[in-house]
């Protein structure tokens, strides 16, 4: 890749910011500069955008930041973030079509608006175009379940359709086209009333209040569930192989390393008390694998995303 005083950005009508702080950016307050950010202004303008910028230069698209760790020396790639423009939310009997940048949460709420089960949305963090790449769910329902086909922006600057088929969800993982960025999807739920679907989501949020650290400072789920399923909120779910069980008998629970901690209210959360770095995240998160593999055999898996470079020593 061309150094950063050697790249030269496509003219786009969005907004271009060199060496923007991703710190701002995400849930956990850290991260160095990426060399560029580009808020573009629609698709169309994404599309010339991508189509023009040199092939070498690498592409990061990232949404609100939610289960994201960006080290301390930051990312040498041009940034893309969608805003407004790409959160509109639409329904259509028993389908909702979404932007790439519209919130779970809202997306949720629209969707019981029109008696449509979106209801396992309500408590995931971040945005429409996020849930579709990882395939998140809770509750025993994940995306992959309601998804019916999504426009993406390719690389090489090209609109189209993409399906499940070619995306191949698996737990926590798709085989999304690298450099791609996801703009809208279009997801098919059951049909309810809106009232009682309103009611389970409050539901659900006052038992998310009651058991994980909203108040604070974190990214959601830090690690997988070795078991390859999100927990089923029901009262016979089974809890042997999920990841803050194992953290837990582990003795991780409260671990700290500078300004990082696992939650003392869920030990799969890792929290910013304050202070830490990416590498104190990052530091403390690798020392719960080695001590859960230590004391069980189980390597965790990393459900947050880290990316970029950390800073030289």
């Not at 060199?18 to 956990?28: D, F, G, I, V």
């Not at 025993?140 to 993406?152: E, L, M, P």
């Not at 990052?282 to 990316?307: A, F, T």
Request: proline share 4%; glycine share 12%.
């Amino acid at each position: 890749m061309a150094a950063r005083s050697e790249i030269i950005l496509p003219a786009a009508r969005g907004r271009l910011t060199r060496q923007k702080l991703l710190a701002e950016l995400t849930w956990l307050r850290v991260g160095g500069p990426a060399d560029h950010l580009f808020q573009p202004a629609d698709v169309e303008d994404l599309a010339e955008f991508l189509r023009q910028l040199d092939p070498a230069v690498q592409v990061f698209p990232m949404g609100v930041g939610s289960n994201l760790i960006v080290r301390d020396g930051g990312l040498r790639a041009v940034v893309i973030r969608l805003g407004r423009g790409f959160n509109g939310i639409e329904t259509d009997g028993d389908t909702v079509t979404a932007g790439a940048a519209a919130l779970d949460a809202h997306v949720a709420r629209k969707a019981a608006d029109a008696g449509i089960d979106l209801t396992f949305l309500r408590t995931i963090p971040g945005s429409i175009g996020g849930a579709v790449r990882m395939n998140a769910g809770c509750y025993g329902s994940y995306t992959a379940d309601v998804f019916v086909s999504a426009t993406i922006v390719t690389r090489q600057g090209e609109i189209r359709e993409i399906t499940a088929e070619e995306l191949g969800f698996q737990y926590r993982q798709t085989a999304f086209p690298e450099g791609a960025v996801l703009v809208s999807a279009k997801l098919r739920g059951p049909k309810g009333d809106p009232a009682e679907l309103h009611a389970r989501m409050e539901a659900q949020l006052q038992k998310r209040d009651e058991t994980q650290p909203v108040k604070d400072r974190s990214a959601g789920s830090t690690f997988r569930n070795p078991a390859g399923f999100s927990s089923t909120g029901q009262a016979d779910d089974v809890h042997d192989l999920k990841a803050w069980k194992v953290i837990d008998n582990a003795g991780m629970r409260g671990a700290r390393r500078g300004g990082a901690q696992m939650s003392e209210k869920h030990s799969n959360f890792m929290i910013n008390t304050g202070g830490a770095t990416a590498a104190d995240l990052e530091g403390l998160g690798e020392d719960v694998r080695k001590k859960v593999y230590e004391n069980s055999g189980i390597r965790l898996e990393w459900e947050i995303m880290r990316i970029g470079d950390p800073l030289p020593e």
